[in-house]
């Protein structure tokens, strides 16, 4: 949600670049902040008269008729209400930037019918959004800014199905600051939503609701070569009603994607849901704090890619899980994921192979995929896996190694680690008692025990090593010889 509404007031804010640099505001500047806007859209939408530009005192007033964008769409396949135009203003500043700022709301219902599925209502309503930042004509893009929400609501429904989902108020702001790279900018955006509520209903399905008190996000993206990305968007706008691209216009697209070319040197989020609950007939559960964390980062030839999600505090309770299972549920949970390595030099080569015109093959996108991963290997290493309750402590670190046109050729190096394991089998022990099959779990740990190695800090360890051969060995011992 968020990031959309950032895309669209900076696209709202990239015809300034061009716009009257005058310092009275006229028609005349009005009329070329007008034909600036109009150049981002597709010839059609242009002609539609969807932008408009008034001079408004010592500033502008562009005004967005979003209705207009609908006027060519079957109103049998497609229905929408409560439409009403969006305005902002821009102020020229003695330093050559540009103040925006908008006040604004939204709230429409309709329907939408895709050909071989069911009818689907919608509505979605924003009380308020707020914005104000500084747009710099150098980089074609916002400098800084702030933003609010109040009151967002979505809500969805078919004969089959149910869904609605929405936050009570969010805050959020943006700013930016110069590359490493000559003409490259860095943007950060951080921010927080309060109320966060969504319902899910449906035939097969009880109702299930999930609330948190707060989300809390931070992204950041580095290395954004701004004004070649905007000349992209500009050049894929002006052929957008074209079926089929021109040879010479998909060269002249190649080679401004070549120029553009790593896009960026970085990126990360990060997303933290305090006092996360899910209730539903099933059982209610929660976390105290899930956190959600991705990051691309690396030279273009060795990019690295991770994935990281973490919950403290998860409390569970459901008639499916027996009391006396109780203490196996963890407590704290953490996985983390990377694929390091990745050619994204080679990739871009590859993929600015592909005929935009329309005649390559089948396989393009699959060649770059394949050049992705130098010499077809894929690695996916788990730098650390955890799981915590009151019976048991386990922690795994792993590195496996495939390839990307088999399943079968792979390799693997693990380390699996638990602390109390005494305690765990007591536990699965007693819960032997009343369940019989659980004997064999007991029994597999204390053969596990046997293998194992102890730590400084009293963990006990196993190296497993799984080779491309299938041979298997667990600290040192072969457990399983090759195949």
Do not use: C
Not at 251 to 264: H, I, S, V
Not at 274 to 283: D, K, R
């Amino acid at each position: 949600m968020r990031l959309n509404l950032i895309a669209a007031t900076s696209t709202i804010a990239l015809a300034l670049a061009s716009a009257a640099y005058a310092a009275d505001i006229n028609q005349a500047g009005a009329r070329q902040v007008q034909e600036s806007l109009t150049r981002l859209l597709p010839k059609r939408v242009a002609k539609d008269g969807f932008v408009t530009v008034n001079p408004a005192g010592t500033r502008y007033e562009i005004i967005y008729d979003f209705a207009k964008l609908l006027k060519s769409i079957d109103p049998g396949s497609f229905t929408v209400t409560g439409l009403t135009p969006w305005s902002m203003f821009a102020t020229r500043l003695d330093t050559g930037l540009w103040s925006v700022e908008g006040n604004n709301s939204l709230n429409v219902s309709g329907s939408f019918k895709a050909s071989g599925q069911p009818k689907t209502e919608f509505a979605y309503i924003i009380e308020t959004f707020i914005f104000s930042g500084v747009f710099d004509p150098a980089i074609s893009y916002l400098r800084s800014g702030d933003f609010s929400t109040k009151a967002v609501n979505f809500s969805s429904k078919t004969e089959a199905e149910e869904v609605s989902a929405g936050f009570d108020s969010m805050k959020y702001k943006l700013t930016s600051s110069e590359g490493a790279a000559a003409g490259t900018t860095n943007f950060a955006t951080s921010g927080s939503a309060a109320g966060f509520l969504e319902k899910i209903s449906s035939r097969e399905v009880p109702p299930v609701e999930i609330r948190a008190d707060t989300i809390d996000f931070a992204a950041a993206v580095n290395g954004l070569p701004v004004n070649k990305v905007r000349d992209i968007i500009m050049f894929v706008a002006d052929h957008a009603d074209e079926k089929k691209l021109a040879v010479a216009d998909g060269e002249k697209l190649k080679e401004m994607l070549r120029d553009a070319f790593p896009l960026l040197t970085s990126f990360n989020e990060t997303i933290d849901f305090n006092n996360l609950t899910v209730s539903s007939a099933a059982g209610n559960g929660g976390a105290k704090n899930l956190n959600y964390e991705v990051a691309l980062d690396g030279a273009t030839d060795a990019t690295r890619f991770g994935v990281g999600v973490t919950a403290d505090q998860i409390s569970f309770a459901s008639a499916i899980v027996p009391a006396a299972y109780s203490d196996f549920v963890p407590r704290q949970l953490q996985l983390q994921l990377a694929i390091p390595n990745m050619d994204f030099a080679a990739f871009g080569d590859e993929f600015l192979k592909v005929d935009f015109s329309g005649a390559s093959s089948e396989d393009s996108g699959k060649k770059a995929v394949e050049r992705l991963f130098k010499g077809g290997e894929l690695v996916m290493e788990f730098p650390k896996i955890s799981a915590v309750s009151s019976v048991y402590d386990a922690e795994i670190s792993a590195k496996v190694r495939g390839r990307v046109d088999t399943s079968k050729d792979y390799s693997m190096e693990a380390t699996v680690l638990a602390r109390d394991l005494d305690k765990t089998i007591a536990a699965v022990q007693e819960l032997a008692k009343t369940n019989a099959e659980l004997n064999q779990v007991s029994f597999g740990l204390m053969m596990a025990k046997g293998f194992a190695k102890t730590d400084p800090d009293g963990r006990q360890r196993w190296d497993i090593s799984v080779a491309q051969n299938g041979s298997v060995t667990i600290n040192g011992q072969v457990i399983k010889g090759a195949d």
